[in-house]
């Protein structure tokens, strides 16, 4: 069985492409970023996620198995579970052969205001997204964070100024607004996000208080923008404007440098103590991180688990432990 990294991850074997960005004829989506989904011809997906992609990428064909509901498909059988990225997201365990297969995406075990927390399927062989798969990523308290954003947010509308978040346009921003409601906030948000708050309100999550953009109606609203857009047409009526980034990056340095004013740590992954203990309620044996770091990887072999870090460069005989030269094909059950 192997494994190769060729627009998404392919699974010899198996009919759909997980996470393909390209179009494809029949493709995985774990959620609607769009680093993750694209124009498919046919996509295996939550319902959410159906309609948060169409809304992006346009209608297409869809198979949308609830949550929990194992179908079968090809002969494989294949079911979704939570995985507390975004509306929507979601994991995939494949049963191939008697052998259980996990795909995770992105994921966040703890799940937010707007996502139920990510389920812990065992399985055998686990391939998982290292993205905060370094030690030295370990996010605060959210209520730590939130408690510092409504700090800031009620200093600067004493100071005359209009406190604008730029946070991820979904997700990310209906997160945090879900998180500042609770203190009364309002909200005017850019028109790529509000699009995708009246899909969060159909499936049943409110987010009090989020209007489209209106540069007649900013008094006492905190504006809501995809970061990234500072040439927008929104943006340009803006007074006065106090900008406030939202991501886990902000511990890095690099984010810092981002022009906001400030940034905080605020993200819809596991940092890299959440996804050590995920991979251990898993059961896995076999584990393949990619994107993110080798890090996580390298730990977990210390625990005695057989890990490897995908690459785009490089393959390996996970059966000889071998270097395999150029390539990006690996076995998935050594």
């Given at each position: 069985m192997i494994l190769s990294l060729q627009n998404g991850l392919r699974i010899s074997g198996v009919p759909f492409v997980l996470d393909a960005v390209r179009p494809e004829r029949f493709a995985f989506a774990s959620h609607a970023h769009a680093d993750h989904c694209g124009r498919h011809h046919r996509i295996l997906c939550t319902t959410a996620t159906a309609e948060l992609a169409c809304a992006r990428f346009g209608r297409t064909e869809t198979i949308t198995p609830e949550i929990g509901q194992t179908i079968e498909i090809e002969g494989i059988q294949v079911t979704l579970f939570d995985a507390g990225h975004v509306l929507g997201s979601a994991q995939i365990l494949l049963v191939i052969d008697g052998h259980r297969v996990l795909y995770t995406g992105d994921v966040k075990p703890a799940g937010g205001k707007t996502t139920p927390p990510a389920a812990a399927p065992a399985c055998d062989t686990l391939i998982i997204e290292a993205t905060y798969g370094r030690p030295g990523y370990v996010f605060p308290p959210v209520e730590q964070t939130v408690d510092l954003l409504v700090t800031t947010i009620?200093?600067?509308?004493?100071?005359?100024?209009?406190?604008?978040?730029?946070?991820?346009?979904?997700?990310?921003?209906?997160?945090?607004?879900?998180?500042?409601?609770?203190?009364?906030?309002?909200?005017?948000?850019?028109?790529?996000?509000?699009?995708?708050?009246?899909?969060?309100?159909?499936?049943?999550?409110?987010?009090?208080?989020?209007?489209?953009?209106?540069?007649?109606?900013?008094?006492?609203?905190?504006?809501?923008?995809?970061?990234?857009?500072?040439?927008?047409?929104?943006?340009?009526?803006?007074?006065?404007?106090?900008?406030?980034?939202?991501?886990?990056?902000?511990?890095?340095?690099?984010?810092?440098?981002?022009?906001?004013?400030?940034?905080?740590?605020?993200?819809?992954?596991?940092?890299?103590?959440?996804?050590?203990?995920?991979?251990?309620?898993?059961?896995?044996?076999?584990?393949?991180?990619?994107?993110?770091?080798?890090?996580?990887?390298?730990?977990?072999?210390?625990?005695?688990?057989?890990?490897?870090?995908?690459?785009?460069?490089?393959?390996?005989?996970?059966?000889?432990?071998?270097?395999?030269?150029?390539?990006?094909?690996?076995?998935?059950?050594?």
């Open positions: 009620k200093r600067v509308f004493v100071r005359g100024l209009t406190p604008v978040l730029l946070a991820y346009g979904l997700g990310k921003a209906q997160e945090a607004m879900a998180l500042l409601a609770q203190q009364g906030f309002a909200f005017a948000c850019h028109r790529l996000i509000y699009d995708a708050v009246l899909i969060y309100r159909a499936h049943g999550i409110p987010l009090a208080g989020a209007e489209l953009f209106s540069p007649q109606k900013l008094r006492d609203k905190v504006v809501v923008m995809p970061p990234g857009v500072p040439q927008s047409r929104e943006w340009r009526q803006i007074s006065n404007p106090y900008t406030i980034f939202l991501t886990g990056w902000a511990l890095d340095r690099v984010p810092r440098r981002s022009g906001a004013d400030l940034v905080l740590p605020l993200s819809d992954h596991a940092d890299y103590p959440q996804l050590v203990q995920y991979i251990q309620k898993t059961g896995a044996r076999t584990v393949f991180t990619f994107h993110g770091f080798p890090e996580l990887a390298a730990r977990l072999r210390e625990t005695g688990l057989c890990a490897r870090h995908l690459s785009r460069k490089d393959a390996v005989d996970m059966a000889g432990g071998r270097d395999a030269g150029p390539g990006t094909a690996y076995d998935l059950f050594p």
